[in-house]
């Protein structure tokens, strides 16, 4: 294909220009979908290498400007975290993956605070409140009203916040509504936006019940940053190695960046004299990305057999009894609007539930049961051999593995991550109980010449949780592309669920459909109410109300390419779907007939 994926999703070359960099195609990974499982590790690993070093001179996070920028930013963590936990505060915020993400960072470095004697800092807001750590609820991201008052009630009480917006594509309205209001109480809060696109990238269409665009928050951000009262951090990673998942870089770059300045804050309040700099800091991280890449037999044994699974109606279960199990149901919960996969294809567990996973509002059983005690009652009569668990294990620790799990039909691996190697030949010591043995270890000689022992005591959990997620990452994306979830490195079954995926949607149904804009809109609204005539209603109804059903229906997307390549009804797009349910195979039958 080339010339940009004969110009991709069907724009012209000046406005892919300005699309964003985070909705383009990654053409390393252009025939990801026709690739070996050896070859999916290795173009997943090639793709994520332009975090630390993006193409054409940029130095992607390690970008010299990005470096300064945190620098600064460092030195008001610091000032922050010296202050008072009831007046003061540290907020992360997003919407999806970036929520997720700030949930999980701020439960780290809490627990950190905590360690050490001091009081609790960080908080977390995620659009959807915590039901949306676990499941799809991507509408409320495109309320920037809502985001506003979660902020306010938050924030009450606190006389100074320094705020961090995330949003990979720039693009979240429930971010845009938090940084605008941040924007207008300057004596109160410093806000930072952090996302991956440039900001002249940033999302430029109106907002539903809102008077300002994404685009235009981020130049009053801009303006607010030269004078010294905000910051934007978005550093230039490349386009995603699965078009848009930003799940995967983005998410990663996330949970980098973020660590490395509050690990780097906290290490100098305790007075750490040799502590290491940021940009040392980031470069571990990339000797962790190597490491984790590097065995990739085993990480295409784990694929193969997660796609065989899939594909015979099975499943995939992470199970874990410490806090890298939250890496498996962060990356469960993003298999649905990804991949447009059913709720229960993965799923996470952990040892003591809610207890574990330590979120602020607690046991949410009612939305989704997480305990690897449910598991072993109600999940393990139901398994077969189709089904596949993976236990997630720290330094070599599987006493915790249950003989009734161990003994179940199901197939079986282990996922193990520590900063030392075992004393015993470990996979020997544990026998035949596992299909697959994937160690990761770190040992601290890996780092020595980038951070002290302190520094290294203190990183080496967020070293083994940064491999666990490159880890879940690769498997779930390799086994949904042998799913026939991927077409080239475009996420085919995506769901509908918020205005973002509404847009991409219709830009999927252009490329591949091969129809104006206009066509796909108009094929992708009869896909979504299941007519072949829209109302006038229809077709006048706000995105939103599009959304609203859109959630409902399944292959919303795919229905609507084979309508607009074969020309048939919609009730015959859906049985071609029926009778062959991968969307890259409905579609060469539809074209061969």
Known sequence: MSEKGQLML????????????????????????????????????????????YRAGNMGILERGIELNLEKLLIMVCDILKMNSDECAIVLSGCGTSGRL????????????????????????????????????????????????????????????????????????????????????????????????????????????????????????????????????????????????TRMKCGTSTKILLESIFSCAVLKILDCSKCCTIKELIMSYEVVENVAFEQVENMATLISIGGQCLNSGGHIYYLSNTGLGIIGIIDASECTPTFGADINDVRGFLIGGFIMMGNKQGDLSHVMKISVEYFEAEVIPSLTPNDLIIFISENYDIDWIGRKVLDCIAMKALLCFSDSVPTVNFKDAIGCCFTVVHCITLPRALFSSLCDDQTFKFCSSLFKEIA???TCNVISTGAHILKGKVYENFMIDVKVSNNK???????????????????????????????????????????????????KGQKVVSSAIILTRSKCLVEEAKKLLAAHPVTKNALAYCLGH
């Open 10 to 53: 069907g724009h012209t070359m000046e406005q892919l220009k300005l699309l964003p960099i985070t909705e383009q195609s990654n053409l390393i990974t252009k025939d990801i979908d026709v690739a070996s499982v050896q070859d999916i590790v290795r173009l997943l690993h090639e793709a994520d290498k332009q975090i630390f070093s």
């Open 102 to 245: 700030a949930f999980i960072t701020a439960r780290t470095f809490n627990r950190r605070l905590l360690q050490v004697g001091r009081e609790p800092m960080f908080h977390y807001l995620i659009a959807g409140e915590d039901e949306a750590l676990l499941l799809s609820k991507e509408l409320t991201e495109d309320d920037p009203i809502s985001g506003i008052m979660d902020l306010e009630k938050l924030t009450k009480n606190h006389r100074r916040v320094l705020y961090f917006g995330i949003t990979c594509g720039l693009s979240a309205p429930y971010v845009a509504g938090q940084l605008d209001y941040c924007l207008k109480n300057l004596d109160r809060f410093i806000p930072i936006l952090v996302g991956f696109n440039p900001i002249e990238c940033a999302r430029d269409v109106s907002i539903e019940n809102w008077d300002k665009t994404f685009l235009q928050v981020v130049k009053l951000m801009s303006n607010a940053e030269k004078e010294g009262n905000a910051f934007i951090i978005n550093p230039i990673i490349g386009e995603e190695p699965i078009t848009g998942s």
């Open 501 to 551: 995926l509404f847009n991409r949607a219709v830009s999927l149904v252009q490329k591949f459909g091969e129809c104006s804009r206009n066509d796909a809109y108009s094929a992708l609204l009869r896909s979504i109410y299941n007519t072949n005539t829209l109302t006038a209603i229809q077709e006048n109804m706000p995105v939103s109300e599009h959304i609203k059903t859109a959630t």
């Open 468 to 470: 666990c997620k490159w």
